[in-house]
């Protein structure tokens, strides 16, 4: 198996030990629970010092220098009756010997750097000690990051796998507000987690796939979102742009009812190919799956993401949204993002909205659609207000809770497809007519 960078350093200083020490081994063990593993082995003789090659601890020298029952620095194996008992001494026939620790910054011992020899050397003596240490206090340097990183990942892993395998996480819904006649038009489908792990759900998200997990997770998620499309109205589903482009997520969205669907893909996220991203939402988009922008104002991507996906809805982020009522600078920001989307076609939603004030600010700044404490905390499906139809209004023309997402597409507005740089109109599923369907 081919050595990590960490080990190849590693061996770098096993080498500077070995030309120094004069000894035919150095290596560095680890300890994997009772077992020693040599990890990395710069040796003479690599016969009989196999890299990779496991043993009981109880039975090392190592372990035997740890436990105090003989010395770190080892002249001649003969000369210690516990070193002669042990299977070393034996084979490969150990006749020199010298161990310290690898200790990490929080004190747990990693396992040992240590030196061998088939003959006996009257040489070692605490000088070498002393460099030993030091070449493995530099080792342990080395060694950290990855230990941290691996145990990152196992707490990570061991935390979702209960998830993933019980298919969480629980789905809870927040209602969508038409902000001009205060009716829902829809719910977003959010995800939650045990509340002791004391993580916010894009946290858990972004954990799971650094982890390979989040593909995973996230088709899982969106699994049980649409088990709730019985409720009425249009449902908003968050999808992460790499597991987009998965072929299980496309599998997933060609077998939903498309016109109940608002695809959410957060700004947050780096696209690295637009046009991968284009050809995974041709066909929902073509069938009439509606396509949003989430946290827009949150960051850098948000007007490459909009530019490059012409989608149907923003939604403007809480931190820009929160307070609009009393901060002149938010305003401004809301109106200029509001009349941004506009030109482009597409309606905005303004998340985070918790007060009257914040919500007649954002309705009077035309913003489309409101989201927010104020309209409703997540909760069950059936706890979302039904969409009740307006006769009057609707005779007029002007069923303005779903214009937001489809008055781009109804007024035929062309989506590019960057894969192929060719312009085509999205059809239109009327969102307003598909409410009937609910519950």
């Known amino acids: 198996m081919a050595r990590t960078q960490a080990e190849q350093q590693v061996a770098e200083l096993l080498r500077t030990a070995k030309k120094a020490l004069g000894l035919s081994t150095t290596f560095l063990s680890r300890f994997d629970g009772t077992t020693?593993?040599?990890?990395?082995?710069?040796?003479s003789v690599p016969l009989l010092f196999p890299e990779g090659s496991e043993r009981p601890r109880s039975s090392t020298f190592c372990q035997a220098i740890l436990d105090g029952r003989l010395p770190e620095v080892i002249p001649d194996v003969r000369k210690h009756r516990v070193a002669m008992a042990l299977p070393a001494a034996r084979f490969p026939r150990l006749r020199s010997y010298l161990s310290v620790p690898v200790r990490l910054s929080d004190g747990t011992i990693y396992g040992t750097l240590g030196a061998a020899g088939l003959t006996t050397d009257k040489n070692l003596s605490a000088r070498d000690k002393a460099l030993?240490?030091?070449?493995a206090a530099a080792a342990a340097a080395v060694l950290e990051p990855g230990v941290v990183e691996a145990a990152r990942r196992s707490a990570i892993e061991s935390r979702l796998r209960p998830v993933l395998d019980g298919r969480g996480p629980t789905v809870v819904m927040q209602p969508i507000v038409d902000l001009a006649t205060g009716r829902?038009?829809?719910?977003?489908?959010?995800?939650?987690?045990?509340?002791?792990?004391?993580r916010a759900p894009d946290?858990?998200?972004?954990?799971?796939h650094s982890v390979g997990l989040g593909d995973a997770l996230e088709l899982i998620a969106l699994e049980n979102a649409v088990s709730h499309l019985d409720v009425d109205g249009y449902v908003a589903l968050n999808v992460s742009p790499r597991t987009l482009l998965s072929p299980e997520c496309g599998e997933l969205l060609a077998r939903l009812p498309a016109g109940r669907i608002l695809?959410?893909?957060?700004e947050h996220e780096k696209v690295e190919d637009y046009e991968a991203l284009a050809a995974a939402l041709a066909a929902p988009r073509a069938a009439g799956m509606g396509l949003a922008i989430d946290d827009v104002g949150a960051g850098y991507a948000s007007l490459r993401h909009i530019m490059r996906t012409a989608p149907d809805l923003i939604k403007l982020d809480r931190g820009i949204v929160a307070g609009v009522s009393d901060d002149p600078v938010r305003r401004t920001l809301v109106s200029s993002l509001v009349g941004f989307a506009h030109e482009s076609g597409a309606g905005v939603v303004a998340e985070g909205i918790e007060t009257p004030a914040d919500a007649a600010a954002c309705r009077a700044l035309g913003v489309d659609l409101g989201q927010g404490w104020y309209y409703g905390r997540p909760g069950p499906p059936s706890g979302l207000a039904p969409i009740v139809t307006d006769p009057v209004r609707d005779r007029a023309g002007a069923r303005r809770s779903a214009d937001p997402i489809v008055q781009g597409r109804a007024q035929g507005r062309a989506v590019v497809d960057e894969a192929s740089v060719e312009t085509r109109r999205i059809a239109v599923v009327p969102l307003s007519a598909v409410g009937s369907q609910g519950t």
């Open 132 to 135: 030993m240490e030091v070449l």
């Open 36 to 43: 020693q593993v040599l990890q990395v082995v710069e040796s």
């Open 184 to 198: 829902r038009a829809g719910a977003e489908a959010l995800s939650r987690f045990p509340v002791e792990w004391g």
């Open 203 to 208: 946290s858990v998200f972004e954990e799971a």
């Open 263 to 266: 695809l959410e893909i957060s």
